[in-house]
């Protein structure tokens, strides 16, 4: 049987375009989001990753239905944008903090089981936020990503033992939908002109990456993340 990889955020976005990579490439995928995939290859289950119980329940499920995991790509996530700091809501922190950061614990804590079994991997979709800071995204979202690559650090050496690698990518701006829905068509164009390479990412830059962070292949890299920002970000 080959690879059995759950995708959480897998409808949209970088995490869609992870799910028909690997699916391409014969990974057989498990994937949850906000939106129901119809496809005869790809596995979709419905989850509330703010709920303790629900996610409890698709590990439950899952192992019940297809056995051990042998990757977890976390790509959920959401943003906010960016206004000054008289503005600050608390909703709109817990609700991001909650998604993007709270989300990917509860995961984690129900699908370890699984992977220590598997001595399986997780990818983390992080952002170029994380590294530097965010032009167009709220403190809520830079801070939410920073957060975890704390996660990331501690995690990948408390899981040493158990031989269970955590990684993650720093993906700069990518054409998306969510950026399409928080930056109009001037605030794009601007961007391309910005940056190094005169053009943004696209999800498939970031999907080519997690597949190598997930594999076979990836025998030695665990506590680190791989920087997709075009020349954004120098540390060669």
Sequence with gaps: MNDLVLIVGGTSGIGLE???????????IITCGRRKIKSEKIIYRNVDIKSDESVQSLSHDIKKEFGNINALVYSAGIT?????????????WYDIV???VTGLLRILKYFYPSLKKTKGKVAVVSSLAARSYSEYSGIEYTASKAALSGIIRQLAIEWCEDSVFINSVFPSMT???????NLNEDEITKLYEKLP???LAEPFDTARAI????????????????????GQILNG
């Design 80 to 92: 906010s944008r960016k206004k000054s700091i008289e503005k600050f809501n608390e909703k709109i």
């Design 211 to 230: 597949e190598f962070l997930i594999s076979k292949d990836n025998k030695y890299i665990t506590g680190t993340g791989i920087d997709i920002s075009g």
């Design 197 to 199: 390479l005169k053009k």
């Design 175 to 181: 054409l998306t939908p969510m950026l399409r829905n």
């Design 98 to 100: 909650d998604t993007n």
């Design 18 to 28: 992870t799910v028909k990579y690997l699916s391409n490439r014969d990974y057989n």
